[in-house]
């Protein structure tokens, strides 16, 4: 099974600010399978990068994800009040169960 | 537009049994792969289950297997999720969550393009 570490645990910044979220994996992720979604109480949770880079439809373009084997990442390039949540990567390459990072939580300064 | 709407949590007691449903609506049910994603302050997202378009493949993440049982209703548009032999740490808010690649024999989850809001189960004595 592979373990993803996300970090940090807690970002604290302010709206147009640039977000760097970090997810490590414990082996390398096959092709590359690494999504990240976007979670908001009372709301369904959100995809918003799948295959590491690849924006889900919809999705503001100044949310970007990067990476590859072990080390991934989610850059929102100026945070807006609406980004403000906790944000999780999820891999589905050949490692099963698929299994998710513990979350990284995104709070106004 | 895809929707996808969880019903049946509540407080159950640690050894009870739940039923929860998903309605779907916006999509050709048959057509994906469907799972049940559980999520709690502590442990963050726990994949449970995930069912094929057609109903007869199912995998179950071992900590629920053999008291889970995953179903679904094409004709319907609905999945459930029969839960037994609860414990405490069951508690979590159940999401169900839809497969984005159309695949009717794959019963192994890839990712999650939609999901539903969640529906609570709290296991309590």
């Known amino acids: 099974e592979i373990v993803l570490t996300q970090s940090p645990g807690t970002l604290s910044l302010s709206p147009g600010d640039r977000a760097t979220l970090s997810c490590r994996a414990s082996q390398s992720v096959t092709r590359n399978y690494l999504v990240w979604y976007q979670l908001k109480p009372g709301q369904a949770p959100r995809l918003l990068i799948y295959d590491a880079s690849t924006r889900a439809a919809g999705v503001p373009d100044r949310f970007s994800g990067s990476g590859s084997g072990t080390d991934f990442s989610l850059t929102i390039s100026r945070l807006e009040p609406e980004d403000f949540a906790v944000y999780y990567c999820q891999q589905f390459g050949t490692s099963r169960p698929i299994t998710f990072g513990q979350g990284t939580r995104l709070d106004t300064k | 537009e895809v929707k996808l709407s969880e019903s049946g949590g509540g407080l159950v007691k640690p050894g009870g049994s739940l039923r929860l449903s998903c309605a779907a609506s916006?999509?050709?049910?048959?057509?994906?792969?469907m799972s049940w994603v559980r999520q709690t302050p502590g442990k963050g997202l726990e994949w449970v289950s995930t069912?094929?378009?057609?109903?007869?493949?199912?995998t179950y993440a071992d900590s629920v297997k053999g008291r889970f049982t995953i179903s679904r209703d094409n004709s319907k548009n609905t999945l459930e999720l029969q839960m037994t032999s609860l414990r405490v740490d069951d508690t979590a808010l159940y999401h169900c969550?839809?497969?984005?690649?159309?695949?009717?024999?794959?019963?192994?989850?890839?990712?999650?393009?939609?999901w539903g809001q969640g529906t609570l189960v709290s296991v309590s004595s």
């Open positions: 969550a839809k497969d984005p690649i159309p695949d009717m024999v794959r019963g192994d989850p890839y990712y999650f393009d939609f």
């Open positions: 069912i094929n378009g057609g109903g007869d493949t199912t």
């Open positions: 916006g999509f050709t049910l048959r057509s994906f792969a």
